[in-house]
């Protein structure tokens, strides 16, 4: 393929974002023989976790889902990544001196180590609603996360054998009322996708089991270090990057995409995958914005220390985590927010919920030194240096800087859009604002699945071979 002539090479692909959805598609088409390009409008690949300091990631600072990692790795001819489990997986402080610090189930063997931070009714609410998200994640896995984009016949299956354990007439906050402290606790998890947990169906409560079941895995060198290695690995293969190049439209012809236009000049292909926003993919195809509500976007900051903090997670409630949501809700940046805190030896990343609207951080420094400042009064930390991510940086990479695209409300709004786009044959839609989902293990399947769709090959659920 070629820049500004038009000229297309015999068995060309090129991909539109260099997030890892995009790295896994580029590398999938690769492998298959064909020449690939990648294009991305940032200036190395990583996507969301490329803003900011080159040496921080400003995206996902712990993983889920290990296995898939591990076949990433099989599949690339990669040493085996470097995992070690998050023990606890995360330590919860709330207002009042309250602290929990689970452990998952899958790694402590046991939920003693976890029942014993709570009072008896506490305790049996816990067992209840980890039950529950375990039944409601294995009962979805395979048609949702394990397997293609359900077609109707697929959906009908699972509603008429599984889908009443999903509690399908009821909302997220209605299924985990546990009192004042593992009701938030249990509602935070719908974040992963991107919902205002008190408008998220029961069935995001699906959610927990991934982190509460199979535990939370710190990926030596970080998510940071990650995307080099996959890019590092595509250019040995001889996969092409073109950074710093931003697509403009997609030209279309007899039903297939024929040319990128973008700010760097023309590029054609034969095959084309598209791991931006579905929702700017679907502008660039002249088809207008999507008119869905947008899910929730962030403001992080990203923080140096001047020692050694260790690996850490921490998530420090708010004095009332509705009033964040009515907030958000409203456009408008929450006032006591829900603080995301990450330790990384001597580096940090804070990230709090966002709406969706770049132009509601109106002075993204006063913010920062506002959200510094609730830092220090519930945990005190030296902080050295530190750089903020607004939802305008992060619309950098997504429709209105929203991190996992539309929001996943009301009964079927869990269910993502799939692979395709309809009428354009040489086209696959992938990452994590598509099938199955968001977070990078997600947008990895999206990603080597969805590009495999456009080689005919089978679906691979990325899980590691014997």
Do not use: C
């Not at 080099?228 to 073109?242: D, I």
């Not at 004095?319 to 456009?331: D, S, T, V």
């Amino acid at each position: 393929m070629k820049r500004g002539a038009g000229v297309k090479s015999p068995g060309s692909a090129i991909v539109i974002g260099a997030g890892f959805a995009g790295l896994l598609a580029a590398l999938r088409l690769r492998q298959s023989g064909l020449a690939v390009t990648v294009l991305d409008a940032l200036e190395r690949p990583g996507g969301k976790a490329a803003l900011g300091w080159p040496d921080f990631s400003s995206g996902p600072t712990v993983v889920t889902m290990p296995d898939v990692f591990r076949g990433v790795h099989q599949r690339l001819d990669l040493p085996a990544p470097a995992l070690s489990s998050a023990r606890p997986t995360t330590r919860y402080s709330y207002p009042d001196g309250f602290t929990f610090a689970p452990e998952a189930l899958d790694v402590a063997g046991s939920l003693e180590p976890t029942l014993s931070q709570l009072s008896l009714q506490e305790g049996r609410d816990y067992v209840r609603l980890l039950q529950a998200s375990r039944r409601m994640y294995e009962d979805a896995a395979p048609t949702f996360i394990f397997s293609p984009p359900p077609d109707r016949l697929a959906l009908a299956r699972y509603a008429l054998t599984r889908g009443r354990h999903a509690a399908p007439h009821l909302r997220l906050s209605q299924l985990v009322q546990s009192g004042p402290h593992l009701t938030p606790f249990w509602l935070r998890f719908a974040t992963y996708l991107g919902a205002d947990p008190y408008q998220a169906p029961a069935v995001l409560h699906n959610i927990a089991w991934v982190e509460l079941g199979q535990g939370v895995w710190h990926l030596q060198g970080g998510l940071g270090a990650f995307a080099p290695r996959l890019a590092g690995r595509a250019r040995e293969l001889g996969v092409a990057f073109e950074f710093g190049t931003r697509v403009e439209h997609l030209i279309q012809a007899g039903g297939r995409v024929v040319a990128a236009h973008t700010s760097r000049g023309v590029f054609t292909a034969d095959l084309w995958a598209s791991a931006a926003d579905r929702s700017l993919t679907s502008q660039w195809l002249g088809r207008g914005a999507e008119p869905q509500a947008r899910g929730v976007s962030g403001f992080a900051l990203q923080l140096r220390f001047s020692e050694n903090l260790g690996h850490a997670h921490h998530l420090l409630f708010p004095a009332e985590y509705a009033r964040e949501w009515r907030e958000i809700g409203a456009g408008r940046l929450p006032g006591d927010p829900t603080l995301y805190l990450h330790l990384d030896g001597e580096r940090g990343f804070l990230l709090v919920n966002a709406p969706p609207v770049p132009e509601a951080v109106s002075d993204a420094p006063s913010y920062a030194r506002f959200l510094l400042r609730r830092l220090a009064d519930r945990m005190p930390l030296p902080v050295q240096d530190w750089r903020a991510l607004s939802p305008a940086d992060y619309a950098r990479t997504a429709q209105g800087g929203a991190l996992y695209g539309r929001a996943p409300h009301g009964l079927t709004g869990s269910l993502r859009p799939g692979w395709r786009f309809a009428g354009l044959g040489n086209l696959v839609q992938v990452g994590g604002t598509v099938h199955p989902g968001g977070g990078v293990p997600l947008s990895m399947l999206s990603g080597w699945n969805g590009a495999g769709t456009l080689i005919g090959a089978e679906y691979d659920p990325l899980t590691p071979l014997p």
